[in-house]
């Protein structure tokens, strides 16, 4: 299909908005769709609990190929994330986040992941530019080592199923970005990254270490998410099969997403950090199954903090962008430097959600607790950016994602039909610039895996303030139309598109998409 006239757009544009106030039941709280669980535990007062830092993992030897090799463990475990409360998780190696990973490109690795949890896993290296064997396709699962039970298909339909472990061989041929990893089984990716399931793949480069930027302790990885408790301590979550065994997706309250009352920093509850008055280096990562977050640093009687944005999913910007405040959907990552510099000793300064309620309002707080030096600075370019343009004539492919029937049951769907493994919504030829049109009925994160694209434009009109750059994840509002700029390249196989509300995702709003 090639690009669309005017009068097409405009019809686009209209059956939008009709699906949107059809569809208008699933809009929560402001800015959020969803709805939202209530804890039964007793909640920490915000900004007590000392911010983590998740350990950086080692490389335990070398693969065949000479590969650099990691090993990482998925077991269940108990921990302390409320203070002087147990929570029982799924975690790679027992904790919440995970380890992060930090590669350098150029330098392929493996990651051998051991599943010693009572489920069967897949993991998915979000943003990774990753073969389709590697890519953690849904239905390739890890079952659980040593249980020697049957598994029931998925729907009757299989992957590359192994047990007890898996490589996952990682080229490592991209920019540098900040990544993520997340388990991806089908049906209960929702609850499996609910429970735990999450952490941090950095990759380097030469270009990015030229620059001036704050590093060191002075760079920060922030994983921000939503949870509720039970008054045991454990995580709340309506899934219908709790066992997370057989019977996919949540009960029907919380099938338009499901949004926590408490927001953790790292897996602590509004966290708090000491900070030099100096640059520090942000690496925002919205891990949350449905809500959104606009990040704003207030200062007590001051203006607030601006975020200059250095970098998007994919990797460094050519300029720096300055912000009063970000909006962050889930699956999205922004690379943000902040200035304490000018403040005083002593000052305080909140992260809120400028989209949150009550004690979902509350992120985290720095406080300036000295002086000391600081060479780092921002400057004005930062890296080349391709600039990608589709082509006169080039393919136009148009992908409405709406609420629907998935099977014998309400779900959502991607152009009227639900996630089938082996129906494909698109066959891509390989390194051919498309323009791809995304409509919406409510919010819609939408992740492209394989490849960054670009954004193009909204509604007719040019791309928003936080488009800059490449991107996986692209917030898609409302009643909107977003057009992305999409070239795949180096890997033919079966790859997919899905919203990222994991909600969404689980009751079947997620694609197939061939590259050939």
């Known amino acids: 299909m090639t690009g669309l006239s005017r009068r097409s757009f405009l019809g686009v544009l209209a059956g939008t908005a009709a699906g949107a106030a059809l569809a208008g039941c699933g809009l929560g709280p402001t800015g959020q769709t969803g709805e939202q669980l209530v804890s039964s535990l007793r909640l920490p007062k915000p900004y007590r609990v000392p911010l983590p830092v998740p350990p950086v993992a080692r490389a335990v030897g070398r693969d065949a190929d000479g ?6 463990t998925q077991r269940s475990a108990s921990v302390e994330l409320v203070p002087g409360v147990r929570t029982p998780i799924l975690g790679y190696d027992g904790i919440f986040p995970g380890p992060t990973i930090e590669t350098r490109r150029g330098r392929p690795v493996v990651v051998r992941h051991r599943n010693e949890l009572p489920v069967p896993t897949a993991v998915h290296l979000h943003g990774g530019h990753t073969p389709h064997e590697h890519d953690g396709w849904p239905l390739d699962l890890v079952l659980p080592a040593g249980d020697g039970r049957l598994w029931t298909p998925h729907h009757g339909l299989t992957g590359d199923v192994v ?5 996952y061989r990682y080229p490592t041929d991209q920019r540098a970005a900040t990544l993520w990893y997340h388990d ?5 990716t929702g609850p499996a990254v609910y429970r735990g399931l999450a952490g941090f793949h950095l990759v380097r480069d030469d270009v990015e270490d030229a620059l001036p930027l704050p590093r060191g302790d002075r760079e920060l990885p922030l994983m921000i998410c939503d949870r509720s408790f039970a008054e045991d301590g454990s995580f709340v979550y309506p899934g219908i099969d709790e066992e997370m065994r057989s019977v996919p997706g949540v009960e029907d309250e919380w099938m338009e997403g ?9 897996g602590a509850p509004w966290p708090r950090h000491e900070v030099d008055a100096a640059r520090y280096r942000l690496r925002l990562l919205n891990a949350s199954n449905a809500r959104r977050y606009r990040i704003v640093l207030t200062v007590p009687h001051g203006p607030d903090l601006p975020l200059v944005q250095i970098g998007s999913d994919g990797g460094l910007l050519a300029v720096p962008v300055r912000h009063r405040a970000i909006e962050l959907a889930p ?3 922004f690379d943000v430097i902040v200035d304490f510099s000018r403040l005083p000793v002593g000052t305080e300064v909140t992260m809120i959600n400028g989209l949150g309620r009550g004690s979902t309002s509350d992120i985290m707080r720095f406080h300036v607790v000295r002086k000391a030096p600081d060479d780092s600075r921002v400057p004005a370019r930062l890296a080349e950016v391709e600039r990608l343009t589709p082509p006169a004539g080039a393919t136009t492919r148009i992908f409405r994602f709406t609420r629907g029937r998935a099977g014998d049951h309400e779900g959502w769907t991607i152009n009227g039909e639900s996630f089938h493994p082996n129906i494909s919504l698109a066959d891509v030829p390989l390194g051919e610039v498309e323009t791809w049109r995304l409509v919406t009925d409510v919010h819609h994160p939408v992740h492209v895996h394989l490849d960054q694209f670009q ?12 488009d800059a750059g490449w991107k996986d994840t692209v917030d898609v509002r409302p009643a909107e139309i977003v057009d992305i700029a999409v070239r795949f390249t180096d890997y033919a196989g079966k790859f997919v598109m899905h919203c990222h509300n994991l909600e969404h995702e689980d009751m079947a709003m997620m694609a197939t998409v061939r590259t050939v």
Do not use: K, Q, W
């Open 67 to 72: 590969a650099e090799l990691y090993r990482v």
């Open 258 to 266: 499901v949004l926590g009352d408490v927001v953790l920093v790292n």
């Open 184 to 188: 991806h089984r089908m049906d209960f």
């Open 163 to 167: 047990r007890g472990e898996r490589d």
């Open 455 to 466: 954004v193009l434009g909204r509604s007719g009109g040019r791309p928003g303030v936080f």
């Open 331 to 333: 699956g999205e990552r």
